[in-house]
């Protein structure tokens, strides 16, 4: 089984850590500290909020896009219900994340965006692949 590990920079460690815990991730004290925040989703997926100058240490010379003004990943979670979309959507606006588009309904996918309190952008969605339209 693979692992998934997101990197993302962010201004404010305490406040992204504290966000992140609002919608549902856990903490692992184990790989966090003054630079960087190990928040955990489940087994297979967990998100590193890094310091900036931190981040800057993994990318070469390649500088820190603003998240807030472009888009080089989209982060999307497949969860069981429409309620359960709507209740992790809610707990992100909750927390200070902003709606990014409206909510779409395609019958057989359901999904609301929002972005982290650094411009990250979330796709939270439900999907019945067994009513996808045939082609």
Same mark, same amino acid.
């Given at each position: 089984?693979?692992?998934?590990?997101?990197?993302?920079?962010?201004?404010?460690?305490?406040?992204?850590?504290?966000?992140?815990?609002?919608?549902?991730?856990?903490?692992?004290?184990?790989?966090?500290?003054?630079?960087?925040?190990?928040?955990?989703?489940? $087994?297979?997926?967990?998100?590193?909020?890094?310091?900036?100058?931190?981040?800057?240490?993994?990318? @070469? &010379? #390649? /500088? *820190?896009?603003?998240?807030?003004?472009?888009?080089?990943?989209?982060?999307?979670?497949?969860? $069981?219900?429409?309620?359960?979309?709507?209740?992790?959507?809610?707990?992100?606006?909750?927390?200070? @994340? &902003? #709606? /990014? *588009?409206?909510?779409?309904?395609?019958?057989?996918?359901?999904?609301?965006?929002?972005?982290?309190?650094?411009?990250?952008?979330?796709?939270?969605?439900?999907?019945?692949?067994?009513?996808?339209?045939?082609?």
């Amino acid at each position: 089984m693979a692992k998934l590990y997101i990197n993302l920079p962010v201004v404010d460690l305490p406040r992204a850590t504290a966000f992140y815990e609002a919608i549902g991730f856990t903490k692992n004290t184990d790989f966090s500290n003054e630079d960087a925040s190990a928040m955990v989703w489940d $087994d297979t997926l967990s998100v590193m909020l890094l310091t900036p100058w931190f981040c800057a240490n993994f990318l @070469g &010379k #390649k /500088t *820190i896009s603003d998240a807030y003004t472009t888009t080089e990943v989209l982060n999307a979670l497949q969860f $069981d219900s429409r309620e359960a979309v709507d209740t992790f959507f809610n707990k992100a606006i909750t927390a200070g @994340g &902003k #709606k /990014t *588009i409206e909510a779409y309904d395609h019958g057989f996918m359901y999904g609301r965006d929002f972005e982290d309190l650094d411009g990250h952008i979330w796709e939270a969605f439900w999907m019945d692949v067994s009513q996808m339209p045939k082609q």
